[in-house]
């Protein structure tokens, strides 16, 4: 089992910055990638990054250039440092992490841009 728990959510304006974190703990050493997703109500779950275990970095086409994911393996921790915000960027993030076929999630942080 692996448990995450993030943090960092918030209300900024547009074209303000926040940084997410989540710390993940438990069965953590055969994770094969972490990542955030974003969910907006009435729409599916997005994939927002991926980091993989080898520190491969994945982005969705509209957040590339704006969010930057990294990792600190020795706190067991992801982070999301989100720049240029803009109020279609509201929602709630989970961070996830896969070990092989098996997803796990967080509870999520609301994240809400005014314009």
């Known amino acids: 089992q692996v448990q995450l728990l993030e943090s960092g959510g918030g209300l900024v304006q547009a074209g303000g910055s926040l940084r997410l974190s989540c710390a993940a703990s438990?069965?953590?050493?055969?994770?094969?990638?972490l990542g955030w997703y974003r969910q907006v109500p009435g729409k599916e779950r997005e994939r927002v990054a991926t980091i993989t275990s080898g520190g491969v970095t994945i982005y969705a086409d509209s957040m590339k250039g704006r969010f930057t994911i990294s990792r600190d393996p020795a706190k067991n921790t992801v982070y999301l440092q989100m720049n240029s915000l803009k109020p279609e960027d509201t929602g709630v993030y989970y961070c996830?992490?896969?070990?092989?076929?098996?997803?796990?999630w967080g509870q999520g942080t609301q994240v809400t841009v005014s314009s």
């Open positions: 996830s992490a896969r070990e092989g076929t098996k997803l796990y």
């Open positions: 438990g069965s953590i050493f055969t994770l094969n990638s």
